[in-house]
């Protein structure tokens, strides 16, 4: 499966942006997705996961309130609609898949290019 990315700007303090990441092929269905984020200097970090139906997912405390993940399976994609944004969410931000529930980045099996996102204040 291949990912791509999108979505991502440059917008200011207490705006919104959605991410998309576009799955290939024809077996998006059968991963859990997840997205992450790597700010500069800092390492890639967790930011929500959701499972395969949708209907469960789970945030990172810093993001819990702010962001939501959702995915289509019809459309093969998963989103990460970002509220609120400060200047610290400032990272490039990954999507991946794999077939765990995970927060861990080794759970992850394929990985997305990344969309940058920068929040001035």
């Known amino acids: 499966v291949q990912l791509q990315a999108s979505g991502g700007g440059l917008v200011q303090a207490g705006d919104s942006l959605r991410l998309s990441c576009a799955a290939s092929g024809h077996t998006f269905i059968n991963y859990i997705m997840g997205w992450f984020r790597q700010a500069p200097g800092k390492e890639r970090e967790f930011v929500a996961v959701?499972?395969?139906?949708?209907?469960?997912?789970y945030y990172a405390d810093s993001m819990k309130g702010r962001f939501t993940i959702s995915r289509d399976n019809a459309k093969n994609t998963v989103y990460l609609q970002l509220n609120s944004l400060k200047p610290e969410d400032t990272a490039v931000y990954y999507c991946?898949?794999?077939?765990?529930?995970?927060?861990?980045?080794?759970?992850?099996?394929?990985w997305g290019q990344g969309t940058q996102v920068t929040v001035s204040s």
């Open positions: 991946a898949g794999g077939l765990m529930f995970s927060t861990r980045r080794a759970d992850y099996d394929f």
């Open positions: 959701v499972n395969l139906s949708g209907r469960s997912t």
